[in-house]
């Protein structure tokens, strides 16, 4: 009984799920105990731009390759690295003119959007082989970056953005390049689509969907460093 429910995928999922949780919360209170408040705010804009960017820069890809015989491949990464460069140059002015970043902060969240892209295509390709785990933990270990990026502010002086900022960028590149080229080793599909048939309507009629909730969720982060100031967001 106990075997069967540690092998069950939704079992494991949810497990997966609750530790991602956890970090996420302990990584968001130990970044506010060892930041100031302008440089948490900005942790917080960094962390809702890049998930609003990450899936309007996959073009609803993942839907298609969940819903549809695809295998990973060249013309689908170049596809998908342009429009989240795309994306990605938008968060670089967005938090460069209305959020007082760096130019050199504001390349960082450049790189991180296309990186969160890139780890959203190679985490749907695992998950539509049914690999759940590694599609998973390819997710939802950004929550564990964000803990250890909490950590290392703690313990690392002078206390800074840059710090965990780095860290995000790091860890964001890291699994991006995992995901990609561990799917580029999954066994090839003998039916897949070809790149003329790729319906990427369909993806994009989900997209809308999608970020129409993440608009809702991030809003107030978006919004509260505009209309009120950093301290209120923080």
Do not use: K
């Not at 994306?87 to 670089?92: E, K």
């Not at 780095?166 to 580029?184: K, Q």
């Amino acid at each position: 009984m106990l075997r069967s429910l540690i092998q069950s995928h939704s079992v494991r999922a949810g497990i997966i799920y609750g530790v991602g949780g956890i970090c996420f919360a302990v990584g968001n209170l130990l970044l506010a105990r060892g930041l100031t408040t302008q440089d948490f705010a900005m942790i917080s804009v960094v962390l809702a731009v890049s998930q609003l960017a990450s899936p309007v820069g996959l073009l609803g890809a993942d839907t298609v390759i969940n819903r549809n015989p695809i295998n990973p491949a060249a013309w689908l990464a170049r596809r998908v690295l342009l429009s989240s460069t795309v994306t990605g140059l938008a968060a670089f002015l967005l938090v460069w003119q209305l959020y007082d970043f760096t130019p050199a902060l504001a390349a960082m969240v450049l790189v991180i959007c296309v990186a969160a892209t890139t780890n959203l295509l190679g985490a749907a390709f695992f998950r539509s082989r049914e690999r759940f785990f590694v599609s998973l933990a390819l997710t939802q270990g950004h929550n564990a970056v964000l803990a250890i990026a909490g950590l290392a502010v703690l313990f690392v002086t002078p206390i800074g953005v840059a710090l965990p900022l780095a860290i995000i960028f790091l860890a964001y590149l890291a699994t991006a390049l995992a995901g990609w080229f561990g799917a580029l080793g999954l066994p090839r599909l003998d039916d897949a689509l070809p790149p003329d048939r790729f319906p990427w309507r369909e993806g994009r009629t989900i997209l809308v969907t999608s970020l129409a909730i993440i608009m809702l969720v991030q809003m107030e982060r978006l919004l509260l460093p505009i209309l009120l100031d950093n301290r209120a967001l923080a």
